[in-house]
């Protein structure tokens, strides 16, 4: 007798899915490389005539705003079950979740630049070979952006001006920056906060501040800690370096007067413009503006930070408002991955199991906040499935970007889901959500449904990253009814479910688009 295995469950569990009559999956392949999408018609057409009265009325295609805070757990806005109640009221957040749609099943990559790639690939990281951060003494072997096309070059070329602010993180050598792959314009930072902040805070990292042979050794990486202005082409300027933790502390302050700068320049011109504005905070370690000190009620560092986030958040509206393109203008707010809970207490919160770098709902789970004045319904809540990927398609979308456009050797994994946005009524176009770690292939949810293949296990409180183990999960995928079980701590597979062997052969049926459309492997 064959011994039972995780694979042999998964391939019957693909047979076992129903062929015929009203299927579980709902979701259409339309082009062989793209994902499957659940068909929404009339949305579509009602959405599109929508839009193309707007385009009647402004002359323009509508400018495209996303905001992406480091690091932000679920429950740290007040909208999402905190703010106030957690020392860090956060009234701007709530005031555009109020005004505009708050989707409560949001989805990003469970660390940030396999989440920041995605968004501006429309493609998986694991497809892309941008699976993890790259870190100090990291040399890939190949620079992951010279074959893919990004959303800055095809807005860009859709007559776009396209500008990131802030935290990069997707490489930092020439040809990996983001005026190297499409943006017009960058200014920012290219790694995360702590990498820069550890250089010059003695207190926290004394081993290497008060040691000059391991600080001369740390400087010869190379890591950036230069605010950097850079225009396409590749002309790079050095504007500041960080040399204390107090000008970490004001750093978003100054990306925000940016922004703000920026917002109020493009709207003067006749071109659309889509601006990324990436926070640094709330990434670990989180230092306060010496100029808002004392923020939240709280008044430990984190909370300072959330607090410090709404109040920009709510400058960035403002400045769109006063420069008269708000009502031309999708916002869309989100957090890059779950909070980093190996930081406690400089670390956010979330309701669910796992933390930043799990594929638990803690670890993926996001805000996600659309907002548009007057085309998008105030005080809208969806549960609906929402993948950040799905920016992507919903920005081609907006931009008149035709998707027959994309090359058709690769694998896309985004769902233009603009129609599920802005619709009234509006209902997702994704069917699933895939789940991956590094280049392991962990779980799906489809629904209310989640079935793991392989999970992050801690082996200390707190400690999702730096003491955890990537485990199997045995004889069956651990199947969870997240209505039923949001926190995935009671399996309901073979006591309470009948959907485990479709939701199993929708993980199948991902796994096999991989052998037509090999990942690539650039060293991480």
Same mark, same amino acid.
């Given at each position: ?57 402004? $002359? ?9 805070? @480091? @690091? ?14 957690? $020392?860090?009221? +956060? ?25 920041? !790639? ?13 699976? %993890?951060?790259?870190?100090?003494? @990291? ?24 500008? *990131? ?5 997707? $490489? ?9 792959? $499409?943006?017009?314009?960058? =200014? ?14 003695? %207190? ?97 560092? =984190? ?25 031309? +203008?999708?916002?869309?707010? +989100? ?13 956010? =919160? ?32 969806? @549960? ?21 456009? *994309? ?26 959500? =895939? ?61 309470? !479910? ?14 096999? +688009? ?9 060293? *991480?």
């Amino acid at each position: 007798m064959k011994p039972i295995t995780l694979l042999s469950v998964l391939l019957a569990a693909s047979l076992l899915t129903p062929s015929f009559g009203q299927s579980f999956d709902r979701s259409v392949r339309k082009v062989d490389n793209r994902e499957p999408s659940i068909p929404r018609p009339q949305q579509e057409a009602q959405v599109a005539e929508k839009l193309a009265n707007l385009r009647k009325k402004t $002359g323009k295609r509508p400018n495209i705003v996303w905001i992406v805070v @480091d @690091d932000m757990g679920y429950g740290d806005p007040g909208c999402y079950g905190g703010g106030e109640i957690a $020392g860090a009221a +956060t009234p701007h957040l709530d005031t555009l979740a109020n005004d505009g749609l708050r989707l409560t099943s949001c989805y990003a990559q469970q660390t940030c630049t396999p989440t920041r !790639s995605a968004i501006l690939t429309g493609r998986l990281p694991i497809r892309t070979g941008l699976t %993890r951060p790259i870190l100090a003494g @990291d040399k890939v072997t190949k620079n992951p952006w010279a074959d893919e096309i990004s959303l800055a070059t095809l807005l860009g070329n859709s007559g776009y001006t396209t500008v *990131l602010t802030g935290k990069w993180h997707v $490489g930092e050598a020439v040809g990996m920056r983001p005026h190297d792959v $499409g943006f017009d314009e960058f =200014y920012g930072y290219y790694p995360a906060q702590k990498e820069i902040s550890q250089r010059v805070d003695g %207190r926290r990292y004394p081993e290497l501040v008060l040691d000059p042979l391991k600080m001369a050794a740390f400087e010869g990486l190379g890591i950036g800690h230069h605010l950097v202005h850079g225009f396409k082409g590749g002309r790079t300027e050095e504007i500041s370096s960080v040399e204390s933790t107090e000008d970490m502390g004001r750093a978003d302050q100054v990306l925000t007067d940016f922004s703000i700068a920026k917002i109020k320049e493009l709207a003067a011109k006749d071109k659309p413009f889509f601006l990324e504005h990436c926070f640094m905070k709330v990434h670990c370690d989180n230092y306060a503006n010496p100029d808002l000190a004392g923020l939240s009620a709280s008044k430990y560092p =984190y909370k300072d930070a959330i607090v410090e986030v709404d109040l920009h958040v709510g400058a960035l509206r403002a400045a769109l408002e006063e420069a008269g393109v708000l009502e031309n +203008t999708l916002i869309f707010f +989100t957090s890059d991955n779950g909070p980093q809970m190996d930081a406690w207490p400089d670390a956010g =919160y979330t309701p669910f199991r796992g933390a930043k770098g799990t594929t638990f709902e803690g670890g993926v789970r996001v805000p996600g906040i659309a907002y548009w004045k007057g085309m998008i319904a105030p005080g809208r809540v969806s @549960d609906d499935l929402f993948d950040l990927l799905d920016l992507f398609g919903t920005a081609l979308n907006l931009a008149g970007v035709s998707t027959d456009t *994309l090359p058709d050797d690769r694998y896309y994994d985004f769902i233009d889901q603009t129609s599920f946005l802005l619709h009234d009524n509006g209902r997702s176009q994704r069917e699933a959500v =895939y789940f991956w770690w590094g280049s392991e292939l962990m779980a799906c949810r489809m629904r209310q449904f989640k079935a793991h293949i392989k999970v992050v296990i801690p082996q200390a409180t707190h400690k999702y990253i730096d003491l955890a183990s990537v485990m199997d999960v045995g004889l069956a995928p651990w199947l969870f009814d997240l209505y039923l079980d949001p926190k995935e701590e009671m399996t309901v597979g073979h006591r309470l !479910s009948p959907w485990l062997a479709t939701v199993a052969g929708k993980l199948t049926a991902h796994g096999g +688009t991989f052998r037509k459309y090999p990942p690539k492997n650039i060293g *991480l």
